[in-house]
């Protein structure tokens, strides 16, 4: 997909599928203009009312549509306690590699963030939930990304289970393993890496082990990130 912005568009700028920026700032913006891939953006997005973080203009995934929220965020969703927040959002990029997100929420007062995993369902639509039990204000955001290292273990099992030699595969597993620099990893970079039992460390990989592995440690690089938080007001039940 494509955005069309005038030139010299500042963040203020908000764009629409149809590549035409409705802000009133000036004439440009009534008509198409310089067209910008997604990937190539180095600037911040503001979409449905709301930025989005292009860090260091190598993110390749968009977020939109995030829902819940009220006149795009101007007022907070409305809950009762006990029930779960249904968090959706439209979630895409470019190419063929595996996109990752992930859903913080806390309430407003807490200073950690609690972390759960959104997943993918219809049409670029993704889905999570999180519990509310207490009275009060709650936030969230949603953070997105290209993740390499679940790519690459996609495209390896494939390779694998049609009897392909995977040696060169096993060494770039490696070597994105190392790149998550987490002391961990060291016995799985090891089994892989050893050319000597190359049969274990292609069953290895193909384990229910490595495959949590994967999960448990997300490669995120360049990720996509709601600037503003989304509000839930939680309420008792009537």
Same mark, same amino acid.
């Given at each position: 997909?494509?955005?069309?912005?005038?030139?010299?568009?500042?963040?203020?700028?908000?764009?629409?599928?149809?590549?035409?920026?409705?802000?009133?700032?000036?004439?440009?913006?009534?008509?198409?203009?310089?067209?910008?891939?997604?990937?190539?953006?180095?600037?911040?997005?503001?979409?449905?009312?709301?930025?989005?973080?292009?860090?260091?203009?190598?993110?390749?995934?968009?977020?939109?549509?995030?829902?819940?929220?009220?006149?795009?965020?101007?007022?907070?969703?409305?809950?009762?306690?006990?029930?779960?927040?249904?968090?959706?959002?439209?979630?895409?990029?470019?190419?063929?590699?595996?996109?990752?997100?992930?859903?913080?929420?806390?309430? =407003? &007062?807490?200073? +950690?963030?609690? !972390?759960?995993? %959104?997943?993918?369902?219809? #049409?670029?639509?993704?889905?999570?939930? /999180?519990?509310?039990?207490?009275?009060?204000?709650?936030?969230?955001?949603?953070?997105?990304?290209?993740?390499?290292?679940?790519?690459?273990?996609?495209?390896?099992?494939?390779?694998?289970?049609?009897?392909?030699?995977?040696?060169?595969?096993?060494?770039?597993?490696?070597?994105?393993?190392?790149?998550?620099? =987490? &002391?961990?990893? +060291?016995?799985? !970079?090891?089994? %892989?890496?050893?050319?000597? #039992?190359?049969?274990?460390?292609?069953? /290895?990989?193909?384990?229910?082990?490595?495959?949590?592995?994967?999960?448990?440690?997300?490669?995120?690089?360049?990720?996509?990130?709601?600037?503003?938080?989304?509000?839930?007001?939680?309420?008792?039940?009537?």
């Amino acid at each position: 997909r494509r955005y069309s912005v005038p030139s010299g568009a500042g963040p203020s700028h908000v764009l629409k599928k149809s590549g035409v920026c409705r802000c009133p700032h000036s004439k440009a913006c009534s008509t198409r203009s310089d067209l910008l891939v997604i990937s190539g953006i180095g600037r911040e997005l503001i979409m449905q009312g709301y930025r989005m973080k292009i860090k260091s203009g190598q993110s390749r995934v968009i977020i939109e549509n995030v829902q819940p929220q009220v006149d795009g965020g101007l007022y907070p969703a409305k809950r009762t306690v006990g029930e779960h927040v249904l968090v959706t959002a439209d979630i895409f990029g470019d190419g063929h590699d595996h996109i990752r997100a992930q859903v913080f929420h806390k309430r =407003d &007062k807490d200073a +950690s963030w609690k !972390i759960t995993e %959104i997943r993918p369902g219809f #049409n670029d639509t993704w889905y999570a939930t /999180f519990p509310v039990n207490e009275t009060g204000t709650y936030v969230f955001t949603v953070k997105a990304w290209m993740d390499h290292l679940d790519s690459w273990y996609d495209g390896f099992k494939k390779k694998a289970a049609a009897k392909i030699d995977v040696r060169v595969e096993l060494m770039e597993g490696a070597l994105l393993l190392k790149k998550l620099a =987490d &002391k961990s990893l +060291s016995k799985a !970079i090891a089994t %892989i890496e050893d050319v000597k #039992n190359y049969p274990g460390a292609v069953e /290895f990989v193909q384990s229910d082990e490595f495959r949590q592995l994967v999960h448990d440690h997300p490669m995120i690089e360049f990720a996509t990130e709601l600037e503003r938080e989304l509000v839930v007001q939680v309420e008792h039940k009537k």
